[in-house]
């Protein structure tokens, strides 16, 4: 358990970095828990990350990791919780006693972000993009029961890490891949994208119809012009800040201990920062 008295060095790093909402939710969590604690937001590549990591000294307790860093950073780890193992990705690492124990919110924070908006069972999906996102995305859904999903990406080769990680849950759905913008699409209850606006076609907007809910990961730019058919649809819709939100307080908790965090706090500062950009 950390010194929650005593200031401590958190972080999120990736690259890009600066258009990070997590320095926001993780300051508004620290002022609401009434700690001494800095969290800002670095820029690191993956060929710097193990020199980053090597640089941290006994002030630093935890970092967030965004792209590119959520596989990378494994093998620079000295322990891995069950979901960042079983995803080959953490998203999350604290530091104890000079070990990096690594962790994945992402797969309870996006199944935590979609029961907000269904309280129905999700038995199938399909999860545009084959990266670590979309890697936790489909463990998430296979513990809550999904049957069966469609991995839409352009090079399924490139999803491979993804495809392998997902069959290998003890309740894995049925994985079928497709090619984006070229082979047909079933329906399904849920609609995932983790692709960037610039993927959001014509074609990946044709999708929407055949859903019963939409989640897009992405909260900046927002909204997407995925959520923005999905809301043309009367369409329920799960976003990014939504996902960020819940991962983020995990995050905390893992970092400071204290439990639960302040969620709604974390939440009420994110949609603050959004509206000023």
Same mark, same amino acid.
């Given at each position: 358990?950390?010194?929650?008295?005593?200031?401590?060095?958190?972080?999120?790093?990736?690259?890009?970095?600066?258009?990070?909402?997590?320095?926001?939710?993780?300051?508004?969590?620290?002022?609401?828990?009434?700690?001494?604690?800095?969290?800002?937001?670095?820029?690191?590549?993956?060929? $710097?990350?193990?020199?980053?990591?090597?640089?941290?000294?006994?002030?630093?307790?935890? &970092?967030?990791?965004?792209?590119?860093?959520?596989?990378?950073?494994?093998?620079?780890?000295?322990?891995?919780?069950?979901?960042?193992? /079983?995803?080959?990705? +953490?998203?999350?690492?604290?530091?104890?006693?000079?070990?990096?124990?690594?962790?994945?919110?992402?797969?309870?924070?996006?199944?935590?972000?979609?029961?907000?908006?269904?309280?129905?069972?999700?038995?199938?999906?399909?999860? &545009?993009?084959?990266?670590?996102?979309?890697?936790?995305?489909?463990?998430?859904?296979?513990? /809550?029961?999904?049957? $069966?999903?469609?991995?839409?990406?352009?090079?399924?080769?490139?999803?491979?890490?993804?495809?392998?990680?997902?069959?290998?849950?003890?309740?894995?759905?049925?994985?079928?891949?497709?090619?984006?913008?070229?082979?047909?699409?079933?329906? +399904?209850?849920?609609?995932?994208?983790?692709?960037?606006?610039?993927? /959001?076609?014509?074609?990946?907007?044709?999708?929407?119809?055949?859903?019963?809910?939409?989640?897009?990961?992405?909260?900046?730019?927002?909204?997407?012009?995925?959520?923005?058919?999905? $809301?043309?649809?009367?369409?329920?819709?799960?976003?990014?800040?939504?996902?960020?939100?819940?991962?983020?307080?995990?995050?905390?908790?893992?970092?400071?201990?204290?439990?639960?965090?302040?969620?709604?706090?974390?939440?009420?500062?994110?949609?603050?920062?959004?509206?000023?950009?």
């Amino acid at each position: 358990m950390p010194d929650l008295a005593g200031g401590r060095r958190c972080a999120v790093l990736g690259s890009p970095i600066g258009h990070s909402l997590s320095p926001v939710l993780h300051r508004a969590a620290y002022a609401e828990l009434g700690l001494d604690w800095s969290y800002d937001a670095v820029e690191v590549t993956e060929e $710097r990350l193990a020199g980053f990591l090597d640089g941290l000294d006994d002030s630093w307790r935890g &970092l967030s990791l965004t792209m590119p860093l959520k596989r990378a950073v494994v093998p620079l780890l000295d322990e891995l919780s069950p979901p960042a193992e /079983q995803a080959g990705a +953490a998203n999350t690492v604290v530091i104890e006693g000079g070990r990096r124990i690594g962790h994945n919110t992402d797969i309870p924070g996006a199944a935590a972000a979609i029961a907000e908006r269904r309280t129905e069972p999700v038995r199938s999906a399909t999860v &545009l993009g084959g990266g670590a996102t979309a890697a936790s995305v489909l463990l998430a859904l296979a513990d /809550q029961g999904c049957e $069966r999903a469609s991995l839409v990406v352009r090079e399924p080769a490139r999803a491979a890490e993804t495809v392998d990680v997902a069959r290998a849950h003890p309740r894995a759905a049925v994985v079928d891949v497709l090619r984006l913008g070229v082979d047909p699409v079933p329906p +399904a209850d849920l609609l995932v994208s983790t692709v960037p606006v610039a993927a /959001q076609d014509d074609w990946v907007l044709s999708l929407v119809p055949e859903v019963d809910v939409v989640f897009d990961v992405l909260y900046d730019p927002w909204p997407t012009p995925l959520v923005t058919a999905a $809301r043309a649809s009367g369409l329920p819709v799960v976003g990014g800040l939504d996902l960020l939100v819940h991962q983020a307080a995990l995050q905390v908790t893992l970092m400071t201990g204290a439990e639960p965090a302040p969620l709604a706090v974390m939440r009420a500062a994110g949609e603050a920062a959004l509206a000023h950009r």
